[in-house]
């Protein structure tokens, strides 16, 4: 293993902000990002290796960091798209 990769996913169902479709909807429905109105998106980072702490607790640190920038993220994105949803709206 060369690399970690960090993986975290944003989706919104009009206005409501991490609400996903459920399983059926994913198979019947075609089109979920276009009339049913389904956002979502991806973003991957990649951590080499060589930059993962290797004791418990800089190990811990580091996760609670990722842990920190994720929320950061989802709240960047719900309110990039709340945003987004008034112009169109």
Known sequence: MKAVYDLTVAY?????????????DTLRLSGLSGRHRYQFHIHV????????????????????????????????????WATSAEHVG
């Open 12 to 24: 919104q169902w009009g206005e409501k902000f991490l609400h996903a479709p459920s399983m059926w």
């Open 45 to 80: 980072r990649r951590f080499s290796l060589e930059d993962v702490p290797t004791t418990q607790e800089e190990l811990e640190k580091w996760l609670e960091a990722r842990w920190v920038e994720k929320g950061e993220w989802l709240d960047q994105k719900k309110n990039e």
